[in-house]
């Protein structure tokens, strides 16, 4: 057993294998309907929980129905509705859902209660979300790039806004896949150098760049997110979105990226906000295929995880 907790805690091999995986799944289902089996059922007899303590509409549903379609069953938890919300320690909690469920998925605030649950769980534990990360996330979107234009190696990734969790998925995903990503936004909410440092070190090209128009200069790919994420408070709003502003993704700027750029946003979209309506729906957003392909996705990493 094996969990899934970042990109850049899961080795590049692996990281491919899952993907190949996804597109060899998706395409077995094609056409049938949603509540349909699949073929294969690797988690016949398999209980998962999935515990939430923050919102979700895309990791809630997408796991639920990617473990039924796979034979398994689930259990979706709130944390706040659960023992852990008060005063429960994580790894008494890991422990005996270890006794319950051959499966953990949790999203969660703080990183640490993550790495608590994978260390003290005897069953895998899946990331779906903390303040830190988001690889679930951006395992559906190189999916998704690979579907409508192929390999994403080699190519170049504009982030633009809150250097945040799904940022910093994406930074990890430039080092393990091999493509180059410009982070566009304003310095007090740039992403963790770190993580921007451990990605040049793996040999690909990431750079800075305060002019959002310079950044995207030969994108292949822009990519947004909301600009005040479930952890931060409500109090910052106004300042986020007073620094924030110069950075949203529309039509003008999607203008400077390639032609045939794509534009993804992992969802909640807060429109004509980092975004426009007219770019969320327009002819270059896959914002739609990468929801479903979080399905997809999430189905191939489970069952590495539990080495089906
Ligand atoms: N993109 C994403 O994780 O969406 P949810 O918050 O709806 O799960
Ligand atoms: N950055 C966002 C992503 C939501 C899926 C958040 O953490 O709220």
Not at 162 to 179: K, R, T
Not at 198 to 222: M, S, T, Y
């Amino acid at each position: 057993m094996k969990h899934f907790l970042d990109i850049n805690a899961t080795e590049t091999g692996e990281l491919k294998n899952i993907i190949s995986e996804a597109h060899r799944i998706k395409a077995a289902r094609a056409g049938r309907p949603k509540g349909a089996l699949d073929d294969e059922k690797p988690l016949d007899g398999h209980m998962v929980a999935l515990i939430f303590e923050k919102p979700s509409t895309r990791t809630r549903v997408s796991f639920d129905v990617g473990v039924r379609q796979m034979g398994g069953e689930t259990m979706v938890l709130s944390g706040s509705e659960m023992q852990l919300g008060h005063g429960e320690t994580v790894a008494d909690t890991a422990k005996v859902l270890s006794r319950y469920v051959d499966m953990i998925m949790i999203r969660t605030f703080e990183e640490a209660t993550l790495l608590e649950m994978a260390e003290y769980a005897d069953v895998p534990v899946i990331n779906g979300l903390t303040n830190r990360s988001h690889p679930c996330q951006i395992m559906a979107d190189i999916l998704t790039y690979e579907e409508h234009r192929g390999s994403i190696e080699g190519k170049k990734v504009v982030w633009a806004g809150d250097g945040n969790n799904v940022c910093a998925s994406f930074l990890h995903a430039a080092g393990q896949f091999g493509f180059d990503l410009t982070f566009t936004g304003p310095e007090p909410l740039d992403p963790e150098m770190a993580f921007v440092e451990e990605a040049r070190a793996k040999g690909v090209n990431v750079e800075i760049v305060r002019d959002p128009v310079k950044a995207v200069e030969g994108a292949d790919l822009l990519v947004a997110d909301t600009w005040v994420s479930m952890h931060d408070a409500p109090s910052a709003r106004e300042r986020r979105h007073n620094l924030l502003r110069p950075y949203q993704i529309n039509d003008e700027l999607m203008a400077h990226a390639k032609p045939d750029a794509l534009f993804m946003h992992c969802l909640p979209a807060h429109r004509e906000e980092e975004v426009t309506n007219s770019v969320m729906d327009g002819p270059q957003s896959v914002i739609f295929d990468e929801a479903e392909n979080r399905l997809h996705a999430q189905k191939a990493v489970m069952r590495w995880c539990l080495g089906k």
